[in-house]
């Protein structure tokens, strides 16, 4: 078994569509072992976007993630994080084929829905960075 950080983006929450994203995660078979309304700041954006932060484009990332607060998930199943991903499509929404979260919900590159940890090492490190390990279930 496998976990998985899943952030629902600004964009979902303001388009109330987290119920419909969810939903896709839970009929896959994936538990959800934690959740948790968080308003992301300069430090967290920071750390979390690291690898990105000294691009001239991580202002505007920053501006949308902390626009409103964001649905931090942390999803347990067989393979999670690939399976996450497969359900969310690719990073571009305008690529993202239907069907997919991301090609049925989502508008552009940045507003596309679903932030998901792209490896284990990657999940484990953003599931310290947004949770305690006593606010997970299981």
């Known amino acids: 078994m496998q976990r998985t950080l899943v952030l629902l983006k600004p964009d979902c929450l303001e388009r109330?569509?987290?119920?419909?994203?969810?939903?896709?995660f839970e009929k896959k078979g994936y538990d959800i072992l934690a959740s948790k309304m968080i308003q992301l700041d300069e430090e967290l954006l920071n750390e979390h976007y690291s690898h990105v932060a000294h691009l001239p484009f991580f202002?505007?990332?920053?501006?949308?993630?902390?626009?409103?607060?964001?649905?931090?998930?942390?999803?347990?199943?067989?393979?999670v994080i690939q399976g996450i991903r497969d359900l969310l499509g690719p990073t571009d929404s305008t690529a993202a084929p239907s069907g997919t979260i991301?090609?049925?919900?989502?508008?552009?590159?940045m507003r596309n829905v679903v932030h998901a940890?792209?490896?284990?090492?990657?999940?484990?490190?953003?599931?310290?960075?947004f949770f305690d390990a006593d606010q997970i279930c299981g």
């Not at 109330?16 to 896709?24: E, F, H, M, Y």
């Open 16 to 24: 109330k569509v987290a119920g419909d994203v969810i939903t896709r």
């Open 59 to 79: 202002p505007e990332i920053a501006s949308f993630m902390s626009s409103r607060p964001v649905l931090a998930l942390v999803l347990e199943g067989e393979d």
């Open 102 to 109: 991301r090609g049925d919900l989502g508008t552009d590159r």
């Open 117 to 129: 940890s792209d490896s284990p090492e990657s999940a484990l490190a953003e599931i310290n960075r």
